[in-house]
Each structure stands twice: as C-alpha cells, then as structure tokens.
C-alpha cells in the first residue's frame, strides 16, 4: 500500500517518485503519518492557494509549526490583517526598492568568493553560502554584526523536525527559542535608537492607528531571519548542487553570466528548497472523489506541482533554456515569498562571483545527507571538488 | 473555466480557458501568453503582469486596492485609464470573454 511520509529520510533524500505517485494515483491523499491531505498536481495547487478563504494560513503555514507562531507572521495569517501586515514590510524588498543593496552584495559575495581562491576542495554550504546569506541578511535588515554564526546555525536548525516523533524535537524548539530572544534585543536596541531600516520601521509601525502587538514584531522578525537565511542559504545549495551535476548547464552559466537567471528559475522549478506548506480547511471541501473536512490540514507540495507533466513537458529534465513561467518555487498568490526580487538577486550575485574564482566544480558524494525537515529540502553538507 | 482574451504585444490574440478564481495572471503564464511576468508570483509586489482591460468592461471589475494603486504607479510601460494589474482579479463567470491587452514591456 502507498504511503508518503514528509518526515521519512526517504522523502527528505528524493521526494519526486512519491510525487508522481501522488500526482497519478492518489491526487488528493490522506497521509496518516502527516496527518494531513497532500495536494500533488500544480492546478489543484495554484486553486488552493488563490482560495485562502477556505485554505487557510492562519493555523500555521509549515509542514511542522512553530510554537505560538500561527496568527502572527505574513505567512500564518489571512487577509485582510495580513495584506495589512505585508504592506508594512514589502515596500523594503520591492525590486525598485533593492538597488542600493547591489553593491553590498557584490562585496559580499566576492570576499566569500575569495576566500576560495586556491583549494581544491570545499563544502559549499559551509565555506561559501552559508557565510554570504548571513552577511547579506544582517546587511538588508541592519542588523548588528558578532552573531552571525549563531544566528545561521540556529536558524537552519529551527526549521528542522524530527523523523522519529514527527514533531519539533527540544533542540529545534531551543534554536526557535534562541532565534525570538536575539530577534526581541534586535527589536528593543531599535526602539531605543532607531535608524532608517526595516527593523525600526516594522517595530514601531501601526495597522489603522493600531500598533502592531509585540508578538507580531516579535514573530515576523524572527521568521524574516529564519527564511532570509535558511531559505535562501538552502536554494543555493540546491543551485549548486544542480550545476555541479550539469557540466554544460554550468560552462553555459560560467561562459555567459547572463543566462544566471534562467538557471535560477529552472532550478526553482526543478528542486526548490521550499517544497511543502500546509493550510487549513475553513470548510468541507470535496476533490478527486475526496471529501476533506473543515479543520482538517492540507499540504500544498509545491515542489511536486513543479515536477506535473500536466503543466511542464518533460518536468524531470533539468533544462535551463525551459524559461519556466508560473512555477511554484515561491509559492504564489497572497503568500508568495516576500523575498523574491531580493533572492534572484543575492543569487545571481553570488554565483556570478563564485563561478569567477571556481568556473568547475563537481560534487564528491554520490549520496547527501538531506536535512530533516518536514517543509523544506537541502542538503546540510555539500562536498565540491574543483576540476 | 472562463473565456479571456489575452492579446499578446505581437497583436496575436489568444482565447485562454481560465480557471475559475484563478487570477487573469496565474491564467497567462500557465498557458504561455506573452507580455506577463508576474515575478512577485501573485503578491502585489511587482508591476510586471500590468494590463489594460477591454475599456467598455472595466467598470465590471472590483475596483483595484490601494496597494495595487501605489503599484501601477510603478509600471514600466504606459499607465492609462484602464490599467490593472492582472494578478489582482480573478477569473469569474462575469468575466467571460473579457479581452485583456498586454503591453509592449513589463520592465
């Protein structure tokens, strides 16, 4: 009998053929060990999404939430309150916005690039993404410099769960912890002395004269730290995993820089990191033969609405000329990621940097050690060889 | 589904079935209709799936929300009386037949 658990290491490691199953057989499925119904197929997803009335975000939006987090971030609310939320924050990662964040980022990326310069051998993740996201996040937010280390490895280790209980296990709930304690210091130094950022802005920012409560400052910081780095320090992974494994993918990218973009995007497609999120049913609703109850939990699996033959040809061929459009790779509708324009951006600064100092690259372990995560998929150790 | 007519910057008209609530955006890029980018995916936070709406129907639309006002502001090609941005309207059975225009540049 078919099952799909999103905390088996089998999942973590390759969820597309689980996907294709899904997709075929079993388009709308009751996972007994998530506890939810998953949706598979990129229509289904893309309707779900766009109808927030009945799939709601406010329970929680990840697979395996966070203590007190449902009802107070942009992506554990609904509108109208969080249209209202989000208007408070976009304006700061809007592209026309993101300009004079270029240049930091260019510094940032070539002294992580630089540092490079001569080995033969290094994990990427350690040695290069994971220095250049948390330099660039602590730059976009202003934050203060000493922690970054700590900040980056408690928020990769908050977004895990655990295979075992299927749950959030005391380490991950401690980094979560950590992260809200540093979040509210960054928050009361602000308020104390604010300065022209998104911090000092946001927390003293009111919604129809009404300030913001000290949990939504408190939560929305903290989960903005949470994806401006693990979320994009894992995309990377995945980029580079992808173009180490592509040696004409990589010479076409390392030749012609220009063509970064549709690297991306394909591989935003492909294998983004933010593959499943969950919401929560306002109503009864009835799909493929299915009814699902009001109350009952949804996986939206984005990455395998990314992978439908009924919408890509060809979904399981990674092909940077596809130019893919209307990919979930950031979700999409109300939620979509607050971070795109600043993502595509990071990334394609920091892969034009990187591919300046190591143009050749291939990875050394035929098998990763993927990250247990019930929402999210990269690989915690990615090995590279250069050539 | 509902009708629309999305009419590409090369002139070419495509009659897309549209699923219903889905956004006149989410629409075009599923199907491939040229002159949409919608980069921001859906979110009302980037100008690139701007439009121009069969003039006579316009008045039919929900009208826009200010933070799609403050975005219009923004677009790259010619702001006129009947511009929206196609990821804030949806696709209902009123809509049918709506022929929406695209333009020359998204940015």
């Known amino acids: 009998m078919f099952t799909f658990d999103p905390y088996s290491p089998a999942v973590d490691a390759d969820p597309f053929p689980f ?103 290094f994990d990427f993740i350690d040695d290069f993404s994971s220095k250049f996201t948390v330099r660039v996040l602590f730059a976009a937010l202003g934050l203060p410099l000493g922690d970054e280390q700590t900040v980056r490895d408690k928020a990769v280790l908050m977004v895990q769960s655990d295979a075992h209980t299927r749950a959030k296990g005391p380490e991950h709930i401690a980094a979560y912890n950590w992260m809200q304690d540093y979040a509210a210091k960054v ?52 980029l580079a995993l992808n173009l180490a494994d592509r040696a004409e993918a990589r010479q076409a990218v390392v030749n012609s820089p220009e063509l970064l973009p549709d690297a991306i995007e394909e591989s935003l497609r492909f294998n983004t990191s933010a593959q499943r999120f969950r919401r929560c049913l306002q109503k009864d609703i009835t799909l493929h033969g299915q009814t699902m109850r009001e109350g009952d939990f949804v996986c939206l699996a984005y990455g395998s609405g990314n992978r439908d033959e009924r ?20 979700g999409g509708g109300v939620h979509a990621c607050l971070g795109t324009a600043i993502a595509r951006l990071a990334v394609r600064i920091a892969f034009d940097e990187f591919h300046k100092i190591v143009p050749n690259y291939r990875r050394t372990q035929e098998h990763l050690a993927w990250m247990p995560s019930s929402t999210f998929r990269s690989p915690m150790l990615l090995e590279l060889t250069v050539h | 589904m509902v009708h629309i007519i999305y009419v590409e910057p090369s002139g070419n008209r495509r009659r897309v079935d549209v699923t219903e609530e889905w956004s006149l955006m989410q ?55 009947n511009s929206r941005l196609s990821c804030q309207i949806k696709a209902t059975a009123a809509l049918e037949g709506l022929v929406v225009t695209l333009p020359e540049t998204q940015g």
């Open chain 1, 19 to 121: 996907y294709k199953t899904l997709r075929d057989e079993h388009p709308c499925f009751w996972s007994q060990q998530a506890g939810m119904w998953i949706l598979s197929r990129y229509a289904d997803i893309v309707s779900a999404g766009q109808n927030w009335q009945t799939y709601s975000s406010a329970k929680g939006n990840l697979m395996t939430e966070l203590p007190n987090r449902a009802g107070a971030t942009l992506g554990t609310t609904d509108p109208p309150r969080h249209d209202r939320l989000r208007g408070l924050i976009q304006h700061a990662f809007m592209k026309r916005n993101l300009e004079s964040l270029s240049e930091p980022i260019r510094d940032i990326a070539r002294t992580a690039a630089e540092a490079l310069r001569g080995s033969d051998r």
């Open chain 1, 187 to 238: 928050i009361a130094e602000r308020r104390t002395r604010p300065q022209n950022d998104l911090i000092s802005h946001f927390s003293m920012a009111e919604i129809d004269g009404d300030r913001l409560n000290e949990r939504e400052v408190l939560l929305t910081t903290t989960t903005l730290i949470m994806a401006g780095i693990e979320s994009l320090g894992g995309f990377m992974s995945m």
């Open chain 1, 311 to 330: 919408q890509f040809p060809n979904p399981d061929v990674y092909d940077i000329k596809r130019r893919p459009r209307g990919h979930l790779g950031f």
């Open chain 2, 27 to 81: 629409g075009a890029t599923a199907n491939d209709v040229d002159g949409i980018v919608g980069e921001c995916g859906g979110s009302c936070a980037c100008g690139t799936c701007h439009c121009y709406i069969e003039e006579s129907r316009f008045g039919e639309l929900p009208p826009p929300s200010a933070a799609e006002i403050d975005m219009l502001d923004g677009v790259a090609a010619e702001l006129r009386p």
